[in-house]
């Protein structure tokens, strides 16, 4: 089993849509948990980190599941400069050894 | 949060030859890291690199191949050595600054270096 899986997609909505990734990791021991947007071409920025009371920004919310071991980003009222790779990353505690997930990619659609 | 600056954006070589990446950071960190992205796929860790210490490579990937240099605490290097079209690849520097929360590190990543052998 992967460390960090997640549906690669791709996922086409239209503007306006809610759509909702989830991505699993397989070591329970796991203490950080982010996603990250890519562009086409560019470099990986942090979209926002996920709390155990989850979180929220704006259009995006984060959950963290525990127990099942999961993580999950929601958007709500989908843009079309929504359209990107997300990516899961999940660190087990400290400095090194974050591990990436493939990424999901999402596509909005007008 | 970082910035984070790399050089060369972008760079075409010929087989057989090195390539020297520079990245330059604008605080002082503890951990720097090099990662490769091929095309559709995630990103692959290639090195830890520490001030003051040798660089720690992950499985598959060797000094010699691709030496690294930590001079200080704002700016590493990476050089990919006697490249073939198989290592065509963006190579991205990233750092890890603490984030908000108990023992939470967030990463920030370079533009990356696109890298075509030819």
């Known amino acids: 089993r992967k460390e960090v899986e997640q549906d690669p997609g791709p996922f086409n909505v239209p503007e306006g849509a809610t759509v909702a990734f989830n991505c699993t990791y397989s070591?329970?021991?796991?203490?950080?948990f982010f996603w990250y947007r890519q562009d086409c071409r560019k470099e990986p920025k942090l979209l926002m980190s996920v709390y155990s009371s989850g979180n929220e920004d704006g259009r995006f919310t984060a959950q963290l599941n525990r127990a099942s071991q999961y993580i999950s980003l929601l958007i709500r009222d989908s843009k079309l400069s929504d359209s990107a790779t997300y990516l899961c990353?999940?660190?087990?505690?400290?400095?090194?050894?974050?591990?990436f997930g493939t990424g999901t990619k999402l596509q909005v659609i007008p | 949060s970082a910035v984070i600056s790399q050089k060369p954006s972008r760079d075409i070589c010929q087989r057989g030859t090195s390539l020297t990446i520079q990245c330059q950071v604008d605080s002082q960190v503890t951990m720097m890291f090099w990662y490769r992205q091929q095309p559709g796929q995630s990103l692959t860790l290639i090195a830890t690199a520490n001030q003051g210490s040798e660089a720690t490579y992950e499985s598959g990937f060797v000094i010699d191949k691709f030496p690294i240099s930590r001079p200080n605490l704002t700016f590493s290097t990476l050089t990919v050595s006697n490249m073939s079209p198989e290592d065509s690849s963006i190579y991205l520097c990233?750092?890890?600054?603490?984030?908000?929360?108990?023992?939470?590190?967030?990463?920030?990543f370079g533009p990356g270096t696109r890298l075509t052998v030819t």
């Open positions: 990353v999940v660190n087990k505690g400290g400095y090194q050894k974050v591990t």
């Open positions: 990233s750092v890890e600054v603490a984030g908000q929360g108990l023992a939470s590190y967030e990463q920030y």
């Open positions: 070591n329970s021991a796991s203490q950080s």
